[in-house]
């Protein structure tokens, strides 16, 4: 039932679609991914929230019909932008952080 409230972007009210052209490679991928983190930066910034939800990249025609988007475009992720119910229950949840040496290898 959590995920299916992906495909009503957990009761957001603003979807953002980020698509990207089908030539680009690695490099742009990496871009769009900083881009949409910048995106959700922004909004913590004027007290929004977001949910990055690659859920949505799983059906992307159905965007595609709707919006009329060339298939020349691929879908990444979408991102559920809105204010936050702090009461619900799926805020409560907060998942660990890896300290940085589990990731990390240094060389001197
Ligand atoms: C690119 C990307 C796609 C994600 N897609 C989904 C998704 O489709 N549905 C979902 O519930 N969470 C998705 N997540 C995970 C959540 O948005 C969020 O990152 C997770 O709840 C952990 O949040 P936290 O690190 O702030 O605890 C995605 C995360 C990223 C970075």
Redesign the pocket.
């Known amino acids: 039932m ?2 299916i ?2 495909y009503h972007h ?1 009761g957001a009210p603003v979807a953002l679609l980020f698509f990207i052209d089908t030539i680009l490679e690695k490099g742009s991928w990496v871009d769009t ?1 900083m881009f ?1 983190q910048n995106v959700m930066l922004a909004a913590r910034g004027h007290g929004l929230e ?8 799983e059906y992307p025609d159905v965007a595609r019909d709707l919006l009329n988007i060339p298939e020349s475009k691929k879908l ?3 991102v559920a932008l809105g204010y936050a119910d702090y009461d619900d229950p799926s805020y409560q ?3 660990d ?1 890896e300290p940085v040496e589990r990731f990390t290898q240094w060389y001197r």
């Open positions: 959590q995920w409230k992906n957990f991914g949409i977001t949910c990055p939800q690659a859920a949505l990249a990444i992720c979408g949840y907060r998942t952080r």
